[in-house]
């Protein structure tokens, strides 16, 4: 026998005894997903990192991924699937819907697994043990807070949800339209699902930065393993080879051809049964490998010392962006002090749990593609050009999404599965394991920041000056957004009459950076706020006063002489911070008294952020229909990548409609049922498509008073009856009721008989030479406050409390804007003290160091609603300021604990440390 | 290729050991993150399926932990306080699903040089028990780990487990563990310490040994002979103490930060015994 011939194993599971016959060596987890159809059970990592896939056994919880199913002989096994009796959530389930403990849903069977271990052996358990119970589960989304607090209170109240009338949705604390599946195991994530006689599709990539190949005989392999069924190189591509996020730049092959430009790039695709495929060695290939010297960093690419990255870009320089207004050499002249520094930050993974995945088929003459994304419209062309077909030819179906963060923008295994499966006419799946997904999809942007900044002796700003180099890796991706977007961002929420910036977007031999919450702004944020700090120091005023001085205001015109009339809350935020700015400095100060060597510090920054494209129509259409049976359905093309627009469009909808939120069901994202709602990025789905949804609400409202004959005010209601023939739709007005029969209209092809819809795009100007003119339709503002601890003999820095302003305009539901902020806090923390991805070092979640639940501090959210007049109900987007003021606030607090300051993150023990030391001498 | 082999005895595990050299599973804690997306090929001995590898016994001489003693076991025996280092160390291993399934036997044998039971063990003078169909051999931990991923198990050899003598009755230990995040974090420099005090809290007895900074942890035999009849609080770390530790700079921190760094976590974990 050989180790892949199978044994026979029972085991009881989710209280039912199991005996199949496996391969005895396979992770549990593999045999619950594939074998046994639970694919509640994630897999994350394979490697005990993330805790996806916490199961039970024997009551104590374990990692899935490492259990050999053949030790489950003889035990007692229990999933997510196994929790809840019937359709009835536990009373830990219902705590986490209630409390919004759940985003994207990924890592929620494994919190909830490992929670459940502990309330098994303690009803009431403290803090502290929560903590230890779920430190062994990574969540990307929530920054844990809610989960916290979820598993604190389950079973100590009864449910407190409800769902909002008529009229009441938005502002609502409504619960996730789909968070019930996710707390069962029941959504279908992108590896959740695919066809049974899909081919399974596994790419080999570089190991070398830049190398040239040669593949000697892919053939061979097809006559070795019985299973395999198709090698792809870049030869069997059969439209363009190449792809990219903007039209013109489809710099990045799909398979390389001769030679490749970053490690993690893939040059063939194994097409077959799924053992063959894992397989598969470049020895079979006969795969040879040329290394070359690599470019990294901003200096190698700027140095002209080796060939460029891409022949067709000499200089290596793929974008620039600038920015200038008014006379900045003016503005320093008259500056009564100025501040100056260099900051560097590091390439920072996105960490979503839920690798990508997905798979395709044929069906006719066209392909459908089921897969995890950020943007289903920009796939479907971009597939369809490296096909080599029509865009109507393609269907993406998006899977739930798993955490996304800008990580999902940009296509992975689309292409690869849309070409195995046109070729063969086969379902063809994929899954990245986690070191191919870290290795192969973009990265924030690491950045080299100059920057300068004056004021005038009682602290206004006098001029701006910032110059940024931007590694972007090997291909475009979004290196021209971020190279455009900083310098409209980089003064931070600030009036500044005199502005220069300029940046470059840099071609190297690293991992393609691209989009990642901000575009590149939470990088110049840190740049910007340390030169806030230290002006107000120079000129003896408290740094908090000084950014209210200098905020943007109503009636003021940003570094792009926009004109700001509209939904300006940073004074207000600022302002609802003052109080516990002085509270907390005074009690750091009192602490540091009695410290020895552990010193306490508080520090502050802000941030403003445009929602939608830069300058760029960027339109949403959304749908809503009623079909014969008083079905209400709202076709949603906003992507819910965890930040839950499912719901708050269902909200928006329900109240401009006029009937309950209950009433809805909907559809997300299919390019065949639903319209272009654009991308779910730059903070703009729930201003764009938010305010799309509340049209077509009001669309359909408007039709069914108009074919009611009735007149408003007026209140709907839908009568569902026995006989399905008679649903009715009443309105009632000021001269009574009238009856609409549902059933009675000519339904649409499909089965709506009524249909609303609502297109918005956000007005913008073009930029002249000078990027003037008005970018976005509206900004977004923060400010953050972080209380940090210092041990100054180790250099570890542990953050106690952040509190967090955000001006939303209006809060669609604010258990879902504090979701959104406590996450983006996570990730900002992150960002500031651990996370540092380094090409072929840290292709793992035990390298990659991203925040536990133990690393988080106590977190006030408050929430500051001027009404954006475009916006749905006067709301605006969160997604990306919610990260920004974050990692400036800690490096402030550091700054102010122990005088030093931090020019390059993340801030680990070792450079702290090394920061603290030197500025000793 | 042989086949996946789960005896339920210690006898036919080394018959199938003495038959074909094979790949040792249990906890799987390493084995399957070493294997991430690749076909498993490896012939295995799983080990989990021989209960009586599963115990801690006190003994006249002290106390026997089987080979498949987990960390969470650990945490949960009544042992001496002088092993509160270990059961501090078991604590921060992963997240509680890898104490559930990790054994310490695993962990010295897969000898990565930030091994966290291994400076605890070396403090507490732990010794490896061998056997083969053979042999029944022991050795000092010190001589079992040879260096990094490098041990002096002979390949049909198991552990079938770890003996520690009893500790002097009023031994201390404690463990101070150095790591970027909270949970879930490998070391960047730890410190096991077993410690034996009179009233006036001068040392009588010190064993310490420091992780991940050399190849194998080390025992500070220098410094323990010199932190004799010194009081806790006030026990000088000097260069010629460290003298045996090689810091290499990696993902989680530079040798120059742990080099500067070590004296003052050894004076923590030493200082800290009193709190065990």
């Known amino acids: 026998m050989s180790t892949s011939e199978k044994t026979i194993v029972s085991f009881i599971l989710n209280d039912a005894p199991q005996t199949i016959s496996v391969n005895p060596l396979r992770r549990f987890s593999d045999v619950l997903r594939e074998d046994l159809g639970l694919t509640g059970t994630k897999v994350g990592c394979d490697a005990g990192d993330c805790g996806a896939c916490t199961i039970l056994i024997d009551g104590e919880q374990r990692y899935a991924c490492l259990t050999a199913v053949g030790q489950l002989e003889g035990h007692n096994a229990r999933t997510v699937e196994g929790l809840a009796e019937s359709s009835n959530l536990t009373t830990l389930q219902q705590a986490f819907l209630d409390e919004g403990a759940a985003q994207c849903g990924i890592c929620t069977p494994g919190m909830l697994m490992a929670a459940q271990s502990l309330l098994d052996q303690t009803a009431n358990p403290t803090e502290s043990q929560v903590l230890d119970a779920i430190g062994g589960v990574l969540c990307r989304c929530t920054g844990y807070t809610k989960i916290v607090q979820a598993v604190l209170k389950a079973g100590q109240t009864s449910s407190t949800e409800q769902t909002p009338p008529s009229g009441s949705a938005v502002g609502s604390r409504m619960v996730k339209v789909d968070g019930r599946k996710k707390l069962t195991g029941e959504e279908i994530f992108s590896a959740d699902h695919a066809p049974e006689d899909s081919l399974w599709l596994r790419s080999i ?153 997905g798979y395709a088929r044929k069906v006719g003459q066209r392909l459908e593609i089921f897969v995890c994304t950020q943007a289903p419209y920009l796939d479907q062309t971009e597939v369809a050009q490296v096909l080599g077909l029509a865009a109507e030819q393609i269907r993406i179906i998006p899977s739930a999404v798993g955490g996304a963060f800008g990580g999902k923008l940009d296509i992975s295994v689309q292409p690869l599965v849309a070409l195995a499966a046109w070729i063969l006419d086969r379902p063809v799946r994929c899954i990245y394991t986690r070191p191919e997904s870290l290795a192969s999809t973009t990265k924030r942007h690491p950045a080299r920041m100059n920057a300068k900044a004056g004021c005038s002796r009682d602290g206004k700003l006098t001029a701006f000056e910032f110059h940024g180099d931007f590694n972007t890796g090997a291909y475009a991706s979004w290196g021209p957004t971020v190279a455009d977007r900083v310098p409209i961002h980089c003064t931070g929420p600030y009036f500044v009459p005199n502005v220069l910036s300029q940046t470059k977007a840099l071609l190297t031999n690293e991992t393609p950076s691209g989009a990642f919450r901000g575009f590149g702004t939470p990088q110049a944020a840190i740049a910007c706020e340390a030169l806030m700090d230290e002006l107000a120091e120079k000129i003896g005023m408290d740094a908090l006063d000084f950014r209210i001085k200098n905020a943007l205001r109503k009636g003021d015109r940003t570094s792009t002489n926009q004109l700001l009339e509209n939904s300006v809350g940073q004074v207000e935020c600022l302002e609802s911070l003052k109080s516990r700015w002085q509270k907390w400095r005074k009690e750091a100060a009192v602490f540091n008294q009695k410290a020895t060597h552990i010193k306490r510090g508080v520090g502050c920054g802000s941030a403003w952020y445009g929602c939608g494209n830069t300058s760029l129509s960027n339109p949403s259409t959304i749908r809503v229909g009623i079909n014969g049976k008083g079905k209400v359905t709202l076709y949603n093309g906003a992507m819910d990548i965890g930040q839950g627009s499912n719901t708050i469009m269902v909200q928006i909808c329900a109240d401009a409609l006029g009937l309950p939120a209950s009433q809805f069901e909907y559809v997300m994202g299919d390019t065949d049922l639903t319209a272009d709602a654009g991308k779910t990025s730059a903070s703009r789905q729930a201003f764009v498509s938010g305010k799309a949804t509340q049209l077509s609400g009001e669309h359909l409202r408007a039709q069914i008073i108009h074919l009611a004959e009735a007149t408003e005010p007026a209140t709907l209601r839908i009568e569902q009856t026995e006989m399905s023939a008679t649903e009715k739709l009443i309105v009632e007005d000021e001269n009574g009721e009238h009856v609409i029969i549902l059933a009675d209209i000519l339904p649409q092809p499909n089965g709506d008989v009524l249909t609303g819809e609502g297109t918005f795009d956000p007005p913008t100007t073009t930029l002249d030479e000078n990027r003037q003119g008005s970018p976005y339709a509206t900004y977004g503002f923060a400010a953050h406050l972080a209380e940090v601890e210092v041990d100054t003999l180790l250099g570890t820095t542990k953050v106690l409390r952040i509190a967090a302003a955000h001006d939303v305009g209006r809060t669609i539901n604010p258990t879902q804007v504090e979701g959104q902020v406590h996450g983006g806090i996570a990730q900002g923390l992150g960002m500031a003290l651990m996370e540092e991805y380094i090409q072929a070092v840290s292709e793992n979640l035990h390298d990659y160091l991203m925040p536990t639940v133990g690393d988080m501090p106590e977190i006030e959210v408050i929430l500051i609603e001027d009404p954006e007049p475009l916006g749905p109900y006067g709301a605006k987007g969160i997604g990306e300021h919610a990260l920004i003021p974050t990692a400036p606030a800690i490096l402030g607090a550091i700054k102010h604990a122990t005088g030093v300051s931090i020019h390059h993150v993340p801030a680990t023990p070792d450079r702290v440390f090394t920061a603290l030391r030197e500025a000793e001498k | 290729m042989f086949p996946y082999f789960r005896p339920d005895n210690l006898e036919d595990a080394l018959a199938a050991l003495d038959e074909h050299p094979r790949i040792m599973l249990a906890g799987g804690t390493d084995f399957f993150p070493a294997r991430v997306g690749k076909s498993i090929t490896d012939n295995v001995l799983d080990l989990t399926g021989i209960p009586q590898l599963r115990a801690i016994q006190q003994t006249v001489e002290g106390f026997q932990l089987g080979a498949l003693t987990t960390w969470t076991d650990i945490v949960e025996a009544k042992l001496p306080p002088a092993f509160d280092g270990l059961k501090q160390a078991a604590k921060t291993i992963g997240g509680v699903q890898t104490q559930n399934a990790g054994t310490l036997c695993g962990n010295i044998c897969n000898t990565s040089p930030a091994a966290d039971s291994v400076p605890n063990l070396l403090a507490l003078e732990a010794e490896v028990q061998l056997q083969s169909v053979r042999e029944t051999r022991v050795l000092p931990l010190e001589e079992f780990i040879l260096g990094n991923r490098k041990t002096a198990k002979k390949e049909d050899e198991l552990i079938s487990g770890i003996f520690i003598p009893h500790p002097a009755e009023k031994a201390l230990g404690n463990f101070e563990k150095l790591g970027t995040r909270a949970y879930l974090v490998i070391s960047i420099v730890m410190v096991g310490v077993v410690a034996e005090l009179n009233g006036l809290d001068e040392i009588l007895n010190l064993k310490i ?16 002979q010199e932190a004799v009849g010194q009081k806790l609080n006030s026990i000088e770390i000097l260069p010629k103490h460290l003298e045996l530790l090689e810091p290499i700079d990696d993902i989680r921190a530079s040798a120059d930060y742990r080099k500067k760094v070590v004296p003052e976590l050894i004076q923590r974990a030493i200082k800290g015994v009193l709190k065990s």
């Open chain 2, 209 to 224: 040994a420091i992780g991940a900074c050399s190849p194998v942890a080390q025992r500070l035999r220098l410094l323990e």
């Open chain 1, 205 to 357: 990539r570089s190991p070398h930065p830049r190398a040239k190949f040669t593949i000697a005989h892919p053939e061979k392999v097809l006559q070795k393993y019985p299973g395999m069924v198709k090698v792809l190189t870049a030869d069997d591509v059969t439209g363009n080879n190449g792809f990219g996020i903007f039209p013109h730049i489809k710099d990045q092959p799909v398979l390389a051809k001769d030679h490749v430009r970053f490690r993690g790039e893939a040059v063939v695709a194994l097409v077959g049964e799924r053992e063959s495929v894992e397989s598969v060695s470049e020895e079979d290939l006969g795969l040879t490998w040329e290394p070359l010297e690599a470019i990294r960093g901003w200096d190698a690419s700027l140095s002209g010392n080796l060939e460029p990255v891409q022949a067709e870009i000499p200089d290596n320089i793929l974008a620039k962006g600038f920015l200038k207004k008014n006379d900045v050499e003016k503005g320093f002249s008259e500056s009564f002090v100025v501040a100056e520094g260099s900051w560097t930050t590091s390439a920072v993974e996105h960490g979503y749990i839920e690798p990508e995945a």
